[in-house]
């Protein structure tokens, strides 16, 4: 089965329709403020209306509130948590009723414990790459685990991958980790929260020929 995969972070119409017309089979619309590509629920909904229903409208949140959920959940199919204990996970997942998707943000194999405890939670996990102490965002830094800890390991879930992907290094990712989904944000941007559409369309050719 070929990868899907998810364009994270966008804010215009011309790289929504781009990650569209190149096949992505899921887009990502960030709602942490301190992102350079947060937008707002107006924003949001705007986009979502240019979109066919077979692409799927994922949610980025950091540890929401119910407020910014409520506002925003009518726009997305999924929502996307980081930073969430998986109590707040099964609760959000019960409250809204979308699909779930957990992030396990990975350093090291022991960062990987972390999967079975949000397993009973959410839909499906995203191992993320654990972003620098200190450093003001989550995700969406490009920075890239080591791919071999996920070598033999049993996925107690669907599961995705993320972290530093771009068009040069995605093909050795799904090579190496098998991953069914795969999501980028930074590597198809020339500054941070400037998504391109060259990079875009050439970031799905790239998964499209695998
Ligand atoms: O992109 C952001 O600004 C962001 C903010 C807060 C949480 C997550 C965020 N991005 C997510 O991080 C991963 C990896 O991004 P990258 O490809 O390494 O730049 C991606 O899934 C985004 O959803």
Known sequence: MPATAKICGLSTAPTLDAAIAGGASHIGLNFFAPSPRYV???QARALAERMP??????GVFVDPDDELLAATAGTLDAIQLHKTA???IAAIRARFGRETWAVVAVKTRADLDNAARVAGAADLILYDAKTPDGAKLPGGMGVRFDWSLLDGFRHPLRW????????GNVGEAIRRTGAPLIDVSSGVETA???KDVDKIAAFLQRVASL
Do not use: F, M
């Open 40 to 42: 707002a629920p107006d």
């Open 160 to 167: 995705a991958l993320s972290g530093g992907l771009d068009a």
């Open 192 to 194: 941070p929260g400037v």
């Open 53 to 58: 229903g077979h692409v799927r409208r994922v």
């Open 86 to 88: 998986p109590d707040r």
